[in-house]
């Protein structure tokens, strides 16, 4: 084996030399400070960031929940949220009839723009911030929704995230699961076209990936699987593909895990694969104790959070993902592999929002 | 530059002012002056539905302030519709766009509608080949070369290009991805076209036993059409040699694993996942599972 082919391509000497410093534990205290702070103002930095501004309230919410912390929001604060959330909610009208149904993603333009259109990655973290927050969903417009989401399906059976015409993938066809799940109504999918369709993405690699023929990605498999297993279709996949494919989850893990074959580990993926894993039933093949110090190095232990590699700068995304990774693997705290929400959140929407 | 609000050629229309609280803040993004400015005559012309070249110009502007607005590029097509433009123009803009933000999906997407409206897929090799030389794992680039060939059936020359690629660099997944996807789609995965591919990527594994990318292609290509690998005897042959050469790569022995798990050698395989343990620890507890079910098979 020549130097350029390392089995495991790391620079450890770097990594080493900083791990005696590194905290051993999540660093609560200084992750609530990080989200609470984002529940409030945001810097101008985050003008990219518009157009999902309400993924950063689910971000900062499911963050919370899961560290224990969501008691340090008031009460009268988590009203507000409810309000705002709400408030963006896309109402039918005569001339688009359900097509722009759905949440907005921020208020930055107004509903009567005709332009203007629900979103449904959006409604699906409106529906889980909802859900963690404690409401019971009665002031969704739950036929608006559900016809919403079934004008974003296409013939293949894939999803587009907004019915003017965009692009389609896993992403959406997960959101769309996720919805009907979550409002217990399935008339927003045709689930034998949307199976048929996650199918045919599982690449020759044994993973899946956002399209037909693109390269297997750890995003893109969770999506499918956790959309499969809501779907209750997860055993439409063979069983000699899914011992392919968890092979393949496995082979992503390097400390942390990477998201595709020969790409660096990112914090992300411990909970895309940490998740799909749990899906899988194979979650105890997962070495933990690597996970674990991975992520440690990319705790920002200062201003709390996570970034993407270490000596990155954390940012909201990474700082949810590590937080929710190393919950779905260690198993310390509860997570919902599929609807990607605390085990507490899920028991709340059972007993308060499903009759 | 010139604030919409002070211009005299703006002076007809009203801006709408976003929604804006610092006292009762919900993730409230603070805003710069100019993306108050730019978005409150974007939201003003979207409403009265203005589709003139000034309005074009605005929502160049407030692309610049947030790429990721859907809508505003939305709103752009339906300009470009009403207008008739030149979509030359519309080419070198979403260049520019792509140069700056290569991993911005709406972007991508508005490049693809605006092939659709010319017909002409003729620029998108190159532009697709200048963002992967600088990230040659760029999802999108690959996601809009892959959707233009086959909507456009140009295969000649890929396989050169991932020749390339790969010469370049041996573990660039994406491109082995993109191989398998030419092949399926121009000539198909006949018995013989696994023989051949199967020698393209043994040479490359033996380049580089560790190299997931070529072994997957290689499993990849037998399996996922349904075939044995005792179908193929010259690629045994090539495991089989390497493992008595003693090279250490987890992904030889776990491949021979399958080989003698397939001819029905369960001692074989069992030593083989012994191996594995040691050699790729971190999954230890997969192959001690992997050798138990030997057991539970029998
Ligand atoms: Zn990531």
Redesign the pocket.
Known sequence: MSAADPIVETDEADMEDKAEDLPKQLLKDKHSKFFKHMLGLLPEAYQSHDSSRLTLLYFSLSSLDLIGALDEITDKQKKELIKWIYSLQVKPDHEHGYSRCGFFATDSLPESIDANYGHIAMTYVALCSLIILGDDLTGVDRESIVQGVRALQLDSGSYQCISFGTESDARFVYCAACISYFLNDWRGMDVEKATNFLLSIQSYEGGFAQNIGRESHGGSTYCALAALQLMGKLDAITEESRARLIYWCLNRQQSGFN?RPNKPV????SFWLGASLTLLGAKDFINKECNFSFLMTTQDRYMGGFS?WPGYLPDP??SY?GISGMYVISGEVEVHPALNISMRAYRHWQSQCTS | MTFYADRPEWKDVTPIPLPYSENEPVVQIMYSERFKDVYGYMAAIMQKKEYSERALNLTTDAIECNAANYTVWHYRREILRHLQSDLQDEMKFTESVIDDQPKNYQVWHHRRCIIEMTGDPSQELDLTEYTLSSDAKNYHAWDHRQWVLSQYKIWDKELEYIDDLLSKDLRNNSAWNHRYFVIENSQGWSRETISKELEYAGAYIKKAPNNESSWNFARGIIKKNKMNYSDFPAFKELCVGMNESHIPSPFLLSTLADINIEEGNKTAASNIFEQLKDLDSIREKYWTFKQDQLQVGS
Request: hydrophobic content about 20%.
């Open positions: 998201g990112d914090t992300c993926y993407k995304l990474h993902f």
